[in-house]
């Protein structure tokens, strides 16, 4: 195996939010340059994920955020993104408008909302990335550097009615991913982590039955689909159970270390 690809939210991050100290460790210890390539593959910015980080293990890692919108190197260069544009922006906008739903977007960078006041769902969110929702006018999206995703945000209870309320042709235009039970996100078509794994691979000369991930949640399905390997965590929901070849531990039983050992170093 060469590329380890690892999810964040409900697999390498405990159900408190944030890696253990043995987790830590033991990435720290993997001798990434020289057996393989380690990869963390997250929903959230840039920003969410570096913030959590130590510097060590920053030094041997890639990093695909936003979904699969954004490929950063282990010198946190921007190797690939991919962007909305703006026409595209407004369709959603108006679209959540017209169905009475608030909207953020996140550049490479930042986390903005067009809604005239930021809701407690957003700040909740913008703060598990241990980020600040900023407020932008439509005018000024433009001046954004991408746009990688588009995130409507709603009470949970909408979730079934805001689903069946999105035009079929969105379907067609955009990836939307349902990461959450109280938000859906709009990112480019054909944009998702498994595209983001396989391009990552393809610049690394890597083989996709080399390619091992570790995930949980409906976000990670794509990359499920494209790996070699596919490990999910004993806490995934049912669909990425029924689809992987191996269940490792929950992620507050430091079910990513488990998997590596057990199925990985085990058998290399």
Known sequence: MKLIAIDMDGT????????????????????TKKDFHLVLTTGRPLKGVINMIPEKIK????????????????????????SLNL???????????????DV??????????????????MK????????????IKLENIKNLDIIAKVLLFFQPERMKEVTN????????????????????????????????????????KIDEKDIVVIGDGLNDLPMIKIAGVSIGMKNSVPEVLNSVDYVTLSNDEDGVQYAIEKFILKNS
């Open 12 to 31: 390498l991050l405990n159900s408190q939010n944030y890696i253990t100290n043995k987790q830590l460790n033991f990435l720290e210890k993997l001798d």
């Open 59 to 82: 030094q041997n890692l890639y990093i695909i955020g936003l979904n699969g919108s954004i490929i950063v190197d282990p010198k946190m260069n921007t190797t690939k993104s991919y």
């Open 104 to 121: 953020a977007v996140l550049d490479s960078k930042e986390f903005y909302t067009t809604a005239e006041k930021t809701t407690n769902l």
């Open 124 to 135: 909740y969110d913008a703060g598990l990335n241990k980020m600040e929702m900023k407020e």
């Open 165 to 204: 309320m999105i035009p079929q042709q969105f379907f067609r235009q955009f990836s939307i991913v349902f990461s959450q039970p109280y938000l859906i996100e709009f990112l480019p078509q054909g944009i998702d982590k498994g595209s983001s794994i396989l391009s990552l691979a393809k610049q690394l």
């Open 87 to 101: 026409l595209e922006f407004m369709e959603i906008q108006q679209f959540a408008k017209r169905i009475n739903v």
